[in-house]
């Protein structure tokens, strides 16, 4: 259950795990300042991600601002149906990369 976040060659990978929601905000903030060593990708893996709801999205969008808008540079990936369901719903297929 949580955040885990590490970098590497450039390439800052966040896995959630379980829900992702507000109670995950500070983990998830922490693994945000990673973004200043360096990354040019972020990925976050959602493969373990249970729930997500509307903090979650806003912290998503936090994150695409920290890379200034480019959709290009974040992935998210690993989507269970029913998650992706909601990040479509909510236009992040046209914000985001989703695979």
Sequence with gaps: ?????????????????????????????EATKLVESGVKLIEVDLVGTEYLDSSALGMLLVLRDKMAGDKSAIRIKNSRTEVKKILEIANFDKLFTLS
């Design 1 to 29: 259950m949580g955040i885990d976040a590490r970098v590497d060659a450039g390439v800052l990978s966040i896995k959630i795990s379980g829900r992702f929601d507000f109670g995950v905000h500070n983990e998830f903030r």
